[in-house]
């Protein structure tokens, strides 16, 4: 998912650039502005943690594009291609080491495993 921050400078069609280039498939592209309903669902894992907050109103703050990518180890290699989750840690080359620099402005989300795929694609694309 391309969050609010990424969609708002512009960013979307380098960030797609990067996934296309290193040989994944979109399968799937929406756009929409998450409500705090779906972003409670999407956040789930983190609602104990101090950011949960911020993170819920970062992510509900202006139109996000979610998108389901299909390629050879499509996860570890969209996350590789993502970056350390804090920009100020991720490498040059990477999404968030290129364009970021604030942790709850991170770019761009990507599923963790198989089954946060499944249960976010279902939130996203039913
Ligand atoms: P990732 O997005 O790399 O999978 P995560 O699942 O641990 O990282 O966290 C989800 C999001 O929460 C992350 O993209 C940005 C925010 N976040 C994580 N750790 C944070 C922290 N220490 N302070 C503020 N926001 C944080
Ligand atoms: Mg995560």
Avoid at 35 to 44: K, Q, T, V
Avoid at 70 to 99: F, N, Q, W
């Amino acid at each position: 998912m391309i969050k609010p921050d990424a969609v708002e400078r512009g960013l979307v069609g380098e960030i797609i650039s990067r996934f296309e280039d290193k040989g994944m498939n979109l399968e799937k592209i929406r756009k929409l502005t998450i409500d705090e309903g779906l972003a409670s669902r999407l956040y789930a894992e983190h609602v104990e943690m101090p950011f949960y907050a911020e993170l819920v109103q970062f992510i509900s703050s202006g139109p996000v594009i979610a998108m389901e990518w299909s390629g050879e180890s499509a996860i570890s290699v969209c996350r590789t291609l993502m970056g350390a989750t804090d920009p100020k840690e991720a490498a040059p080359g990477t999404i968030r080491g290129d364009y970021g620099i604030v942790v709850t402005n991170n770019l761009v989300h990507g599923s963790d495993s198989p089954e946060s795929a499944a249960r976010e694609l279902e939130i996203f694309f039913g």
